[in-house]
Nanobody, 124 residues
């Protein structure tokens, strides 16, 4: 098993930046493909980005392409989401998730382990 803890959320003005972190403990972090998801008030949780075990392959939702970057540091057991040019519609609780699958996926059902989430609020 792996335990996931997100951090780095907060309040930021539109156009600003934030970096989220997801720190893992338990089983070897590099054994997992990782993903970020988010859930806005009144909406279903949606895929944001994913990265393979090595960090070489990534996938992004169209809504964040060119603005968000997902990457990981396996030596630190940590995955990151660098968020730039933030918009009010990026406001959500952001969750990190882990899967034993070897490929990136946007499907929530693929991910077995989830963190508790961190709030990101973008003001206009």
């Amino acid at each position: 098993q792996v335990q996931l803890v997100e951090s780095g959320g907060g309040l930021v003005q539109a156009g600003g930046s934030l970096r989220l972190s997801c720190t893992a403990s338990g089983r070897t972090f590099s054994s997992y493909t990782m993903g970020w998801f988010r859930q806005a008030p009144g909406k279903e949780r949606e895929f944001v980005a994913a990265v393979t075990r090595s960090g070489l392959n990534t996938n992004y939702a169209d809504s964040v392409k060119g603005r968000f970057t997902i990457f990981r540091d396996n030596a630190k057991n940590t995955m990151y989401l660098e968020m730039n040019s933030l918009k009010p519609e990026d406001t959500a609780v952001y969750y990190c998730a882990a899967t034993e699958r070897t490929y990136v996926s946007s499907l929530q059902g693929v991910y077995r382990y989830w963190g508790q989430g961190t709030q990101v609020t973008v003001s206009s």
